[in-house]
């Protein structure tokens, strides 16, 4: 199955952090399942380290690179039509990072990896 993880599921799963479900951990570590993290995921990370809010050993770059490597992850480019879709979304969720990947999985037709209930609001299937 082809599934997309958010940004803190992704976080969540590579500290090994308790918050991570064990619906999910499985999921993600299932050799069947194919996980996708989205481009927008990469962005979030680069302004919350920007910021001070959130801390990586290495450059970005690196990390990315690694952790997808590492986690056999791959990455989810945002299509002209993701964007379009956003603007049509209801404004459940405001947050810009969640809601491109909430239209993304409506696009692409996969199910989400999130704690966040707010996806449910939406026509996506939430893991967790």
């Known amino acids: 199955m082809k599934i997309l993880i958010d ?10 952090n308790p918050k991570l479900s ?15 993290l989205s481009i927008i995921s990469v962005w979030e990370i680069a302004i ?9 050993t290495d450059t970005l ?8 490597k590492v986690n056999d992850i791959k990455l989810l480019n945002i299509s002209l039509e993701d964007t379009y879709l956003v603007s049509s979304l209801p404004f459940h969720h405001k947050d810009p990072f969640d809601r491109l990947i909430i239209s993304q999985a409506i696009t692409g037709k996969l199910p989400i990896i999130s704690y966040d209930s707010i996806f449910d609001s939406y026509s996506v299937s939430r893991l967790w």
């Open 61 to 68: 770059s690196e990390f990315i690179k690694t952790q997808l």
């Open 7 to 16: 940004t803190c599921s992704f976080l969540w799963f590579i500290e090994d």
């Open 22 to 36: 064990s619906v999910a951990k499985s999921l993600i570590e299932d050799e069947d399942n194919e996980i996708f």
């Open 48 to 56: 919350k380290t920007s910021i001070g809010k959130l801390s990586i």
